[in-house]
């Protein structure tokens, strides 16, 4: 292990390849385990081992041509539903993400709510909802899945230079670099085992193929670390087992497993391995070190350390998050769901497969002949076997076969009740009603206990995402130099260009302080019972906890209203008051950006003044703005004001002429 510290580049290279090959030796049985997992889920049930030519039963590869054929029988799918609907419900609720900063003053609550927006926009942009289904199909089939945000320097776009001889901004072949997102599998991972805490291991990295030209091209680079050795990056001579075992996975075709090794997944390719190494005393900040091939293309010093390094209360120094499904006693690599799942299914698949041959055989019974009696094209058999004896002359005689005892039929079914039990996905959970259950209530019961089964599951969900949200935040502040367009317009979108200028503090600062913490919501990621959330909102109606505010004829009581609406997933109804508040919150975001709005004398002046208050006494809008917005709309809002002062004085005039013409009408009679 100490060599892996070593300043000696030979010494620490020596060190990782025996590291590899020790790491390579142990997991190469329980790639083909997994790799029978994977198989399952996706429907396939005859998977073949990496470079075999037989299936796996009870985890040993069959190599009789006469069983495999016997074995490839009438199959049913039991697990492809369940994995579906727990991938479903796992991904169902988006994460709620909370930034929280220990720090009292203004401006770490606008950091904080900057960050709080980044992430929300970054879930966008980087599909996130996709990596959250990819993460829960490896967490549910093999048992354990890792979460890779790292910085990709080769991302982004090329940035505009300033050319200081022609004097004008020219493009540059330095690209911008952008945050990257990988969800990994053991597959990838290179980690110590014997140590059973993913937060205490010694050293942390994953492996992975690409072309031989793009490795040579992404690894020539003249900076401190790298060791110039680009050009001489070649082609893979041999992979590892448990990558070759991958690579195959990824030209395998379902249900002709036999032949999914590809010769082509190795062609043109190098195996890349990238190293994380603790921190220690001799390096502080950690060591990261890259092969490519059989080169090592980068090693950093005790100086660089890991460009991933950042001090804070949970020392970060790699990119990766862990989870595990569920634990395995004494066994770093937790187990999965289909692996539990798949000796049942291979048991229910026995008994189809009896139950198609004993259907076969009422279907084509046995016909006993006596010998010489059979004449050619009168008793064939149709495909039934013809069984002769020597009783004497006589007809032959069918025997139809005996069905199968309903205590067969039975067994299936409990097979199949014990993985729904296994797997805790209630018929309810899959969107069916449990035959004798017909009140809502108690479906809806059904439906909490499955929740609450997965509440442990969940929980460690949401800190997997709060893990990986955390170092993506992190990565974001600290490589980010320059403005990603994409990000900007987004944020734009969503907060109306609010807290601008500790949006453009954000991009490019040293650091975040480590009082800023990223939190996933509790239980945010537990799918909610539409149907009851939408009850609950009518009981707060009814009840009057919502206040008076709800029913008053104002801007605040419309836009409660609106929201109301939008959350029981409701369309807005449209009336003059609606529309008009539209207009002021239309003309509230133009005037943030700077622009000035006209008055118009169609305005219900009233409502815009309120509608244009609200804005112009919130807190974030304050600090965010400079002077002259602020200025804007207030001088905007006087000029509503004098438009209602006018139109005031207007109506105050036209009831006082009406008055004095009432009074001349009713003196009119007395005076004649």
């Not at 190469?28 to 073949?48: C, E, H, M, T």
């Not at 985890?59 to 041509?65: E, F, K, L």
């Not at 005996?402 to 205590?407: G, H, S, V």
Request: a negative charge; charged letters at 25%; proline letters at 5%.
């Amino acid at each position: 292990m100490k060599e892996l510290y070593s300043e000696n580049p030979l010494k620490a290279f020596g060190a990782c390849q025996e590291l590899f090959t020790d790491y390579q030796a142990y997991m190469k049985s329980w790639s083909l385990i997994a790799r029978r997992s994977v198989a399952f889920a996706n429907g396939d049930q005859n998977p073949s081992t990496y470079g075999a030519s037989s299936i796996i039963v009870n985890n040993q590869p069959v190599t009789n041509y006469k069983f495999e054929q016997e074995f490839l029988g009438y199959q049913t799918n039991e697990i492809e539903p369940i994995v579906r609907t727990l991938q479903s419900y796992m991904t169902r609720s988006r994460p709620s993400v909370v930034a929280e900063n220990d720090g009292n003053d203004e401006s770490a609550k606008a950091i904080a709510k900057v960050s709080e927006d980044v992430l929300n926009a970054k879930y966008e942009l980087d599909n996130e909802f996709l990596r959250s289904r990819e993460a829960s199909f490896w967490l549910l089939t093999i048992g354990n899945v890792f979460g890779k945000d790292y910085w990709d320097y080769n991302s982004g776009t090329y940035v505009n230079k300033f050319n200081e001889m022609t004097g004008q901004w020219e493009q540059s072949n330095e690209t911008s670099g952008n945050n990257s997102v990988g969800i990994l599998t053991p597959f990838h991972m290179i980690l110590d085992h014997s140590v059973l805490d993913f937060e205490k291991q010694p050293y942390v990295g994953d492996q992975y193929v690409v072309d031989v030209d793009w490795a040579r091209q992404a690894f020539d680079i003249d900076l401190p670390g790298y060791t110039g050795k680009a050009s001489k990056i070649a082609e893979s001579d041999t992979m590892t087992d448990v990558m070759m075992t991958l690579e195959g996975m990824k030209f395998n075709v379902p249900y002709l497993s036999r032949n999914s090794r590809d010769t082509s997944a190795a062609r043109n390719k190098t195996l890349i391995k990238e190293l994380f190494v603790r921190p220690n005393k001799d390096f502080p900040k950690g060591r990261m070190i890259i092969f490519a091939g059989d080169e090592i293309v980068y090693i950093s010093d005790a100086e660089i350390g890991s460009p991933y390094f950042m001090p804070f209360e949970r020392t970060m120094w790699h990119p990766y998050t862990f989870m595990k499904f569920e634990e395995y006693v004494g066994r770093f690599l937790g187990k999965s769901l289909v692996e539990q799942l798949v000796p049942i299914q291979m048991r229910i698949n026995e008994i189809n497969k009896t139950i198609l041959l004993n259907a076969n055989t009422i279907a084509k019974p046995n016909i006993f002949y006596p010998e010489k009696s059979i004449k050619t094209g009168v008793w064939d058999g149709s495909g039934s076997k013809m069984i002769p004896y020597k009783p004497g002359i006589g007809a032959p005689i069918p025997f139809n076969g005996i069905p199968l005892p309903e205590q067969f039929f039975k067994e299936k079914q409990l097979l199949i009740d014990q993985m729904v039990r296994i797997a805790g996905t209630n018929f309810v959970m899959q969107g069916q009603t449990p035959t004798g259950v017909t009140a809502a209530a108690a479906i809806q019961m059904l439906l909490e206990n499955s929740n609450t089964q997965y509440s442990d599951l969940m929980g460690s969900w949401e800190y997997f995402h709060q893990q990986r949200f955390q170092k993506k935040l992190r990565l974001l502040h600290r490589f980010m130099r320059y403005p990603d367009p994409a990000l900007r317009k987004k944020l734009s979108l969503m907060s109306q260009d609010s807290f601008r200028y500790q949006k453009e503090d954000f991009i490019g600062a040293e650091d975040l302080s480590d009082g800023l913490n990223i939190e996933i919501e509790r239980g945010s990621m537990i799918p909610k019972n539409e149907s009851v959330k939408k009850k609950s909102y009518i009981d707060l109606i009814q009840t009057g906890i919502l206040g008076p505010g709800l029913v008053e004829d104002s801007p605040r009581g419309q836009k409660m209203r609106d929201d109301l609406v939008k959350k029981l997933d409701l369309e807005p109804l449209e009336n003059e008051q609606s529309v008009e508040l539209k207009k002021a919150l239309w003309e509230n975001g133009n005037m943030a950006m700077g622009q000035p709005m006209p008055i118009s004398e169609l305005d219900d002046h009233g409502l815009h003044i309120s509608a244009h208050k609200l804005q112009a006494q919130d807190p974030n809008f304050i600090e965010s703005k400079p002077p002259e917005i602020i200025e804007l709309m207030k001088q905007h809002i006087a000029e509503h004001q004098q438009q209602l002062d006018l139109q005031m004085e207007q109506q105050q005039q036209a009831q006082m002429e009406q008055q004095m013409m009432m009074a001349q009408q009713g003196g009119q009679p007395q005076a004649a």
